[in-house]
Nanobody
Framework: QVQLVESGGGLVQAGGSLRLSCAASGRIFSINAMGWYRQAPGKQRELVARITSGSSTNYADSGKGRFTISRDNAKNTVYLQMNSLKPEDTGVYYC???????????????????WGQGTQVTVSS
């Protein structure tokens, strides 16, 4: 099917920056919207930013003006540039991709949402 692999998380001081990457692989026909979600300890997973195949974007209010989502369609990769990080940005960041893919070894297609395994972002005060 489709695999998503995130990278770029880590520990950073408040005010610092991180860039997350997420690469999709598999028998992909097309990737529609891609997004980043965050899950803080004891909280539900929430949308951070989302980008459509036409590069329209939307952001959670908490990240507006600080975060930038972008994608490279040729590489099936989505990025999240995070600047001016705050301790409340801490959490596990998950990549999501709404993907049309080929079934097995056939040319029949299906569409589903896939998730990465998550990457930890910790912002210290």
């Amino acid at each position: 099917q489709v695999q998503l692999v995130e990278s770029g998380g880590g520990l950073v001081q408040a005010g610092g920056s991180l860039r997350l990457s997420c690469a999709a692989s598999g028998r992909i026909f097309s990737i529609n919207a891609m997004g980043w979600y965050r899950q803080a300890p004891g909280k539900q997973r929430e949308l951070v930013a989302r980008i459509t195949s036409g590069s329209s974007t939307n952001y959670a209010d908490s990240g507006k003006g600080r975060f930038t989502i972008s994608r490279d369609n040729a590489k099936n990769t989505v990025y999240l540039q995070m600047n001016s990080l705050k301790p409340e940005d801490t959490g596990v960041y998950y990549c999501n991709a709404d993907t049309t893919y080929y079934l097995g070894s056939s040319y029949f297609r299906s569409r589903d949402e896939f998730w990465g395994q998550g990457t930890q972002v910790t912002v210290s005060s």
